[in-house]
């Protein structure tokens, strides 16, 4: 029998309660042949992307939302949601298999839903990226960087509220986020100030491949300066 490379998954809306379906691929299907600088996963088959499964939809209230979402609604939060999310809510559904716009709609759904909720800013840089990522894919330049923007000020803000504490995300990490994805759209002085940050204290990291990835990045840039 051939199995669906496909499955579907039944979960609960962190916001509203009600169980839905939402559509996952099986992790035999997916194999990483390797990543870019910013961590961009490059898949062996690029039909199937675990990628665009990332964000469950909740079809009942609107609600979008990743594993990475915390279980706590503050004060009043519920009441924001179903008045900026539910109360416009037409019941569209995300459960099956999802075009890459739809999995970008996904990704900005989970945006605002984090955004309401005010999850931490790693988890809605962790978003915001992903959507640069998909814009990518699509070879829409402007769109990437717009995204890329807004995903290196989330890590900045992660960073300075020590928001990675406790997370798979190093701090060693978090500033080489913030560096490559500022070299990427353009801001040279942001790049260097965080990369000088991370090889500085390479002695208390524990992320060896990161350390030799912002050193890289260091030796380009420095050699694009000596250029004449």
Not at 9 to 21: A, S, Y
Not at 58 to 81: A, L, N, Q
Not at 118 to 126: D, F, I, P, V
Request: aromatic residues 10%; proline residues 4%.
């Amino acid at each position: 029998m051939e199995i669906n490379p496909t499955y579907e998954k039944k979960i609960q809306c962190l916001h509203c309660k009600e169980k839905f379906t939402t559509t996952k691929i099986r992790s035999r299907f997916v194999r990483v042949i390797k990543h870019e600088s910013d961590f961009k996963p490059i898949y062996n088959n690029s039909d199937m992307h675990p990628l665009f499964y990332n964000v469950a939809v909740c079809p009942h209230c609107g609600f979008s939302f990743t594993e990475d979402f915390t279980p706590y609604f503050g004060p009043g939060v519920k009441e924001e949601i179903d008045q900026t999310i539910t109360s416009l809510w037409s019941g569209r559904s995300f459960g099956s298999e999802r075009t890459i716009d739809e999995a970008i709609e996904s990704y900005k759904l989970a945006y605002l839903s984090a955004s309401i909720k005010r999850e931490k800013s790693l988890t809605m840089a962790g978003i915001t990226l992903r959507i640069a990522w998909l814009y990518k894919d699509k070879d829409d330049e402007a769109s990437e960087k717009r995204f890329k923007a807004i995903a290196r000020d989330l890590y900045t803000e992660a960073y300075s509220n020590g928001d990675f504490a406790g997370t798979q995300m190093s701090e060693t990490r978090v500033l080489y986020m913030i560096a490559e994805l500022s070299w990427q759209i353009g801001d040279e002085e942001e790049a260097i100030r965080n990369l000088s940050r991370i090889i500085e204290s390479q002695r208390n990291s524990t992320e060896p491949h990161v350390i030799q990835l912002a050193k890289d990045r260091w030796q380009e840039i420095r050699e694009m300066k000596t250029q004449p």
